[in-house]
């Protein structure tokens, strides 16, 4: 989830990974899960990596009628404690929503719930956050109302959305790019203008990473200067090494099958 800063990651939603996982959507990264038991483990190294960064993880319960269903960062967008519910950008990902919705209304009593309405469409695995910074991928989950929407509660916040068209070939803003600091962006040469983030604030700054390792570039920054990272990615590992960051491992090989990335398995609330 990439719509928190550092400081806010001390709890985080995951969830199961269900019995129908083969099925689940694959276009980009990949051609389908083989082998379910592989990406629980994975799954499951994911969980205790987090857990030994000293964040409190809690896993829902699988629903295998969706096979993507543990894929949570596309179906909740968490901003300073407010929550926009959106309507996921393909169809069959809708009904995975209402237990994380119920979940999440239980768990941050007093929190401000708004639900995306219409046409608006809107996966949460398009939204980067760089301190007041939201940049938002206009793709093929994600349409301008659904931005408009998010728009709205950004002013309401105080942050500046910038929306960034994001190339047929990736499915998410964060398929290709993250925070892994609260003010570095990690991103691929070969799928954004190199202006696409626009004007930074001092301090911050883009690193541009080769396009073999573009699946590399989705981490996520952990408290205590520590780095999630994909297996398999030797610059971008350097590259958070050079910078002083503590970089932890997990193979995520089943779950890039679906398309899947580091971030898209939780949310921080
Ligand atoms: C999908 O196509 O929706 C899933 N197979 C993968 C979702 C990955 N989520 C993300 O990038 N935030």
């Not at 995520?252 to 398995?265: M, R």
Request: aromatic share 6%.
């Amino acid at each position: 989830m990439a719509t928190v800063r550092l400081d806010q990651k001390a709890r985080a939603l995951i969830r199961a990974i269900p019995d129908s996982y083969h099925s689940a959507l694959a276009k980009f990264f990949g051609s389908g899960p083989k082998d379910i038991e592989l990406a629980r483990k994975q799954h499951n190294d994911y969980k205790l990596a987090l857990e030994s960064t000293g964040i409190d993880v809690i896993m829902l319960d699988a629903d295998h009628n969706h096979p993507d269903c543990l894929f949570v960062e596309d179906q909740a967008v968490i901003i300073d404690g407010h929550v926009l519910l959106p309507v996921p950008g393909h169809p069959s990902r809708v009904n995975e929503q209402p237990p994380i919705a119920d979940f999440l209304i239980r768990e941050m009593g007093g929190a401000q719930i708004c639900r995306m309405s219409g046409d608006a469409r809107m996966d949460g695995g398009d939204i980067l956050r760089l301190g007041d910074i939201f940049f938002v991928g206009r793709s093929t989950r994600t349409n301008d109302l659904g931005i408009e929407e998010l728009r709205d509660l950004l002013s309401h916040l105080g942050h500046e959305l910038r929306a960034i068209d994001i190339p047929e070939h990736a499915l998410h803003l964060t398929s290709i790019a993250s925070t892994p600091t609260d003010n570095i962006i990690l991103a691929p040469e070969g799928y954004l203008p190199k202006d696409a983030f626009g004007d930074l604030p001092n301090g911050s700054q883009v690193i541009w990473m080769p396009e073999e390792e573009t699946y590399g570039c989705n981490t996520i920054g952990l408290p205590g200067g520590k780095v999630l990272v994909s297996e398999g990615y030797p610059t971008v590992q350097k590259t958070l090494e050079d910078l002083g960051l503590e970089v932890i491992n997990v193979d995520f090989s089943e779950i890039k099958a679906a398309d899947g990335s580091l971030t898209c398995c939780s949310l921080f609330y």
